[in-house]
């Protein structure tokens, strides 16, 4: 063989991308982004939202007309507020899953297809934890994306964002998957898909595919005082949530009703019990130390949270507590986690 044939067959088995056992190989050629991006992004959508704040300035309007002058000019009582964002179809009939901060507070979603089509948005479930929320336009016979198996999901893998960066529609970036379950404090309860693939300012509700077009998370944000860090809600949480936003418009938590230190040096530091939780109603308090929830080791502030959200409300807790150098155990009813207590935004 010679030396310009080996390279090429070297290049085209490096360019085979190994999958799971019993999944078929991919093969990265030239075109395999730009087939990706004909094929999916006729399910990607552009949104344009507007929200009207109230102005602070207009409640001293009548103050100005009458020691200064009666001419000048009448403040607005309200602001309005434009944002853009992007979303994707899950439905033929017109489902459409974004994020919930890119439609919060918004009076109207314009919702406009890659065709130019354009139609009026309905919120028809939200989930502020997850920054997941669900929209209706009234269509039919449109194209849709497939979801990804989560179990399939790998470090290290091809992916390709889509969305409407800045408002520049359809834009394309790629990257690859760099870290699974992160936990990242601003959203607790959520672990994300880490990923280089460039994501900006209206990105946010746009898929992140991999090379054979299936959504494995949705863009949400990005680490600002970083480059190449962006972050992505994992296809199992999405699957998860979209399911009961869709029968009852809301998804029900069970909720501890504590905030943590973080780091702790040993299991989980209890900061705060909240006032009426039922941590306190429990009688756990500020300063103890988490090192066991039903007999399961907790490392860190994330081991807890990702088990309390893998319980039932209403199912009990059984905590094994350090406070002042003795182990207790504390048994806490789980109850419905209340909006007031939803992290801010």
Known sequence: MTKR???VGFLTASLLLSLPAGAAPVMLGPNTIADLVEKVSPAVVNLDTVAKSRNPLSELDPFFHR??????????????QHGVGSGFLISADGLI???HHVVRDAGSIKVTLTDGR???GKVIGRDPLSDIALLKIQAERLTTVKFADPRAIRVGEWVVAIGSPLGLKTSVTAGIISALNRDVQAKGGV????TDAPINPGNSGGPLLNLEGDVVGMNTMVASNAQGIGFSIPVATIQE?????????KIERPWLGVTFAYPAFEGVLIREVLRR????KAGLLG????LEADDRKMQDAGDLIRYIASRKVGAFLRLLISREGHKIVVSVPLEAMPEEALPEE
Do not use: C
């Open 5 to 7: 044939k080996m390279k």
């Open 67 to 80: 020691f200064f002058s009666s001419e000048l000019p009448r403040l607005p009582r309200f602001f309005e």
């Open 97 to 99: 899953i974004t994020n």
């Open 118 to 120: 354009q139609f009026e």
């Open 191 to 194: 672990s994300f898909i880490q």
């Open 241 to 249: 949530v979209v399911a009961s936003l869709r029968t009852a418009g």
């Open 277 to 280: 939780g039922p941590a306190e």
């Open 287 to 290: 300063g103890d130390r988490v």
